[in-house]
């Protein structure tokens, strides 16, 4: 069955401090990748997405995920966190090729950004 | 509104009764998911559907867990003879289903505790 792992449950860290959270599956085909965030008392919301194309995507709020296809891996990444990026941050992947559309979601990692 | 909408937001339950979650994805969204986050388990697939096509009913983890959509609209996932291990977070998605990749956007989830 696919899998997806996230590498850290809890990451600590001071404002202005570089993020970076690990995401791998396990699945070997074509697949769609997402990162969601769940700030606090808010409900998932779309950080970035990568279908095709260029394998370092851009999204919302300064965040960055690169797409390495030889490592099953599409990690997330900050230059620099705020106060207001203490969350939670839940990789998921859906199989392009797979009828149905289901995530399938890593076990998230909570940020906690210390101002 | 703009986005997808659940209710109840909160519902506390007794063990053994049966309990209706509501769903009410994006107007012209097409495909509707529904999703369970627990402490224990993460994030986890339940139900799919997709315009008139038949369910994937392959997440529901009991035959005490149900979904139905009306109208290809609304949704409502009904749990009967609750157990204290339904407890958790029962979230909604909506998307396109354009045919190609797409986004899932979620509701606000509905918290549900059962005694």
């Known amino acids: 069955a696919q899998s997806v792992s996230q590498h850290n449950h809890h990451v600590i860290l001071s404002e202005a401090a570089s993020l970076e959270l690990g995401c791998n599956y396990s699945y070997g085909g074509t697949v769609n990748l997402f990162w969601y965030v769940q700030y606090p008392g808010q409900h998932l919301q779309l950080l970035l997405k990568?279908?095709?194309?260029?394998?370092l995507v851009k999204g919302i709020k300064g965040f960055e995920a690169e797409f390495i296809k030889s490592k099953f891996s599409f990690n997330l990444r900050k230059p620099s966190v705020q106060w207001s990026d203490t969350a939670e941050y839940f990789c998921a992947v859906k199989k392009e090729a797979a009828a149905g559309n289901k995530l399938t979601f890593g076990g998230g990692t909570r940020v906690l950004v210390k101002p | 509104g703009a986005g997808v909408s659940q209710s109840p937001s909160n519902k506390v339950t007794e063990k053994g009764k049966d309990v209706e979650l509501r769903c009410d994805p994006i107007s012209g969204h097409t495909a509707l998911y529904w999703y369970r986050q627990s402490l224990g388990q993460g994030l986890e697939f339940l139900i799919y559907?997709?315009?008139?096509?038949?369910?994937?009913k392959s997440g529901l983890p009991s035959d005490r867990f149900s979904a139905e959509r009306t109208g290809g609209s609304v949704s409502t996932l009904t749990i009967q003879r609750t157990q204290q291990e339904d407890s958790a977070v029962y979230l909604c998605a909506s998307s396109l289903a354009s045919g190609g990749p797409e986004t899932q956007y979620f509701g606000p989830g509905t918290r549900l505790l059962v005694l």
């Open positions: 990568y279908f095709s194309g260029d394998p």
């Open positions: 559907f997709q315009g008139n096509s038949a369910p994937d």
